[in-house]
């Protein structure tokens, strides 16, 4: 599959079921108009329809980076955000679909992360960044803040007085400090960026899919639910494993000291 739509180019790869989305406007470093935010959600369901037909689980990752040299993406677009998010309130927002989306869905960040680009970025369930990255919360210098839960994500995950920082002063930091602070999850060395972003991605799309799936939505639980309540999820999501081809799988490949082959069954 090599499918381009107007702002967001799609890709697949079949041997590790691995899809690639790579927002395409460098020119205005990736900045999210409009038809960026509806091609991120048609790229994405363009890759489910392109694996559902399959047998198992097909689509085990997704990639989402930037075009060009300088920018993961440098937020809304200032051109035209003002005129569109009036508007845009019914259409599902592309940070939901990232979100509720059943893969894990990786941010590769090599550039400005910046604004919504940040908040597109903290949807994700990793992000991983060039050390030469930088990012930031720029909103408040148009007199806003950033209005897709960005505060909210960062105070959760680095506390709130990092968020504060980042959102009221709207300076940008280095992705080392950006690492520091667990707001992104690996920082690599720009020589190395690809190989890395590849190795991990790789090891991720090899695991058991189902656990993956089970995963992302135990996690996503524990962010808004008391220990209680995400406990007995847990259990719930951990029977159902059990009874899956590939907890077999795992298990015979234990004891059969060989690598699991995972078909997401
Ligand atoms: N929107 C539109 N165009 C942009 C944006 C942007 N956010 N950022 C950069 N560009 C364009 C520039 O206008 C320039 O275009 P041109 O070559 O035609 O002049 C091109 O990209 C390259 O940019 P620069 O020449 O400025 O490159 P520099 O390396 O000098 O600077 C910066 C890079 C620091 C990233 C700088 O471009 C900048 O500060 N950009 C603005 C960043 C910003 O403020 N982003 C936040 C926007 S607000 C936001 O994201 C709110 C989200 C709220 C969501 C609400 C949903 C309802």
């Known amino acids: 599959m090599d499918e381009s739509l107007e702002t967001v180019l ?6 590790r079921g691995v899809g690639t989305l790579t927002m395409n406007r460098p020119d205005a470093l990736n900045a999210l108009n409009g038809q960026l935010r509806d091609d991120i959600v048609a790229g994405l369901e363009a890759l489910e329809e392109e694996t559902e037909d399959r047998e198992g689980v097909a689509l085990r990752a ?3 980076e930037g075009a060009g040299e300088k920018a993961f993406c440098a937020g809304a677009d200032i051109g035209g955000f003002s005129d569109e998010s009036a508007g845009d309130s019914s259409a599902r927002s592309h940070y939901d679909v990232i979100r509720n989306f059943p893969a894990p869905v990786i941010a590769k960040i090599d550039g400005y992360c910046l604004g919504g680009g940040l908040e597109t970025a903290l949807a994700c369930d990793f992000r991983l960044a060039s050390e030469g990255s930088t990012f930031g ?3 408040v210098n148009l007199g806003i803040l950033p209005g897709a839960g960005g505060v909210q994500y960062v105070s959760k995950l680095a506390g709130p007085a990092v968020a504060k920082e ?3 002063t709207g300076e940008h930091i280095s992705a080392e400090r950006a690492g ?3 707001i992104v999850n690996h920082v ?3 020589d190395e960026f690809d190989d890395e972003v590849d190795a991990f991605v790789t090891d991720l799309a090899g695991q058991a899919p189902l656990a993956i799936q089970a995963i992302k939505k135990s996690a996503d639980m ?3 639910s008391g220990l209680e309540e995400g406990l007995a999820y847990d259990r719930t999501l951990f029977e159902g494993l059990l009874q899956t081809e590939d907890h077999a799988e795992g298990a015979a490949a234990f004891a ?6 995972f078909e997401g069954k």
């Open 137 to 139: 919360f720029p909103e």
């Open 180 to 182: 520091e602070e667990g």
């Open 62 to 64: 997704v990639v989402l």
């Open 166 to 168: 980042l959102a009221m």
């Open 10 to 15: 799609v890709e697949f790869d079949d041997d």
């Open 256 to 261: 059969e000291d060989r690598e699991p082959e």
């Open 188 to 190: 690599y060395a720009d």
């Open 222 to 224: 524990a962010v808004h």
